[in-house]
């Protein structure tokens, strides 16, 4: 019984981690918050 | 052109959505009976092998789905499965995916009012002093609906109101705005409670509090396993039927859902991140309160005989006597507690119902998000009318075992054919690995071409078929009489025609002879609305040719 309890416990904990530490996707992505994110903006040319 | 511009607030927030749609009252009432049911702690090996090749798949299926039909503007079943495949009928088949949320959620509200109202009188004190038998009572008059506990006229159908318009303004809300709102606050609260209760679970004591048991008893009558069940097909059957309700897979939420997710986004990993959720609330959490606690008090005999009628039965006639055990305002919180994650396990699963209608309407219609959902709360209110008012002749249970158990079964079989065969293996594991944030193992390629759609049909012929007492040995020797619960005597009514033969009771004939009425009547209006929204799916693809979109 623990061992299955603590199994499941310890792969939902390991997926939400892995959610949480995914690295950040360039914007336009599909989430609202972070449309103004500095870091996820994506970089414009500046070779004019 | 679309006149739906809704879109998801954060990634935790789809993830919280996602994981509040699979968690519903059945994580904490279903899979605990099924699991004493089906040969405890054994019950767990079959669980867990239908999670991992059938109910992980179905996951990737229908977040790939969704996201694919998203990019072409398509954001319910009909047309994000017509994307997928050229033939004109899926489009049809994929009304099952919104039929199947407007008939579940017209009776699965209900509970949730119950569960709203039940909260009340937990702060009330109504259940203090009231011996076993006088909970049950209180229950049984609570849906008769004549009586009035709180001094509101018709309590039940006005909590079932009330329920429904907090459904349609959280919906009114939008996605980010609504949905993802209350997933962001009740999923912590109801994990939160759960591990309250669960604690209670562990720590009951023989002799404290007036408990029979320590809880020690009901934990090992639940998880000791019992290998000699792990043959029968039947325990298999009822393993991949319990994953099913889990994770509401077969319904068009997830697809719902995951059709506002961009295709450079990941989805694998989000999809595995909600479905374990889902099934830490379920084996943890869920496994951890009803028995434990009701075996603490009642005893092993008792409870097996009460878990014969189900989870609801012991959720609303015993626990709220066994938490008033533990004193006034412990009981008070237990009972907040208990009732209010049930409540937010509903509520987080009926609003992701209302979605694919609202999408459907906002996408071919250009209806505004907020008449899409007051379309959605009126229709609701018709539909659900019905189970309210003739609970007892059988409406409620005839809604659920056709949407609610069949119609799942149906169109996760149909999809899982649509995405390995129509749509092609290939570019499907293309959609699920694209923007992945985790390697999808390669085996999965094989589970979800050949392992999951032959357990599906599996499961669906095993449903239509069933052998008389599940003897499945018997019946595969030759002598293979069809089981009550089996769909085809479902249809033919065969239990309620032989209670009706049997029947000497004027009254009780009477009443069965009414509740024949109403069950065939349920099952005319559910085919109606079936009817009803295929002439609208029929009305769209016209506009659309004329629109020149096809």
Known sequence: MLGTMLLVTGITIYFFVRVLSAPPKPEPDSYLDNDDDPDRQVKRRTDT | MSANKESWGSRVGLILAMAGNAVGLGNFLRFPV???????????????????????????????????????????????????????????????????????????????????????????????????????????????????????????????ILCLLLNTWILSKGLSGGVERVAKVGMPLLILFGMFLAYKGFTIKAGEAGAAFDSAVGLNFLWTPDYSQLWSPTVWLAAAGQIFFTLSVGMGTIHCYASYVRSKDDIALNAMSAGWMNEFVEVVLGASILIPISIGYLGIDRVTELVQQGGLGLAFKTLPYLFAQWGEVLGAIAGVMWFGLLFFAGITSSLAMGTPWMGFLQDEFQWKRKSAAWSFGLIVLVLGMPTVLFFHYGVFDEYDYWAGTVSLVVFALAETILFAWVFGMGRGWREITAGADIKVPGIYKFIIKFVTPLLLLWVFIGSLVTPKGGDWAKAFAGDWVLDDSSIINKIKNTSLKRQLAEATDPAMIEHLQETLFFVNASRILLVAVFLGIAGLVYIAYKKRVREGRI
């Open chain 2, 34 to 160: 099924q699991a004493v049911q089906n040969g405890g702690g054994a019950f767990i090996i079959p669980y867990l092998v239908c999670f991992l090749v059938m109910g992980i798949p179905l996951l990737w299926i229908e977040w790939s789905m969704g996201r694919f039909g998203g990019r072409y503007g398509n954001h319910s079943t009909p047309y994000i499965v017509d994307t997928m495949g050229k033939h004109r009928l899926w489009k049809y088949i994929g009304v099952f995916g919104i039929w199947t949320n407007i008939a579940v959620a017209s009776y699965y509200c209900y509970i949730e009012s119950w569960t709203l109202s039940y909260v009340f009188h937990s702060i009330m004190g109504t259940f203090n002093g009231l011996d076993q038998n006088g909970v049950a009572t209180f229950f049984d008059t609570y849906v008769s609906i004549g009586e009035s506990t709180m001094g509101i006229p018709y309590e039940a159908v006005f909590f079932y």
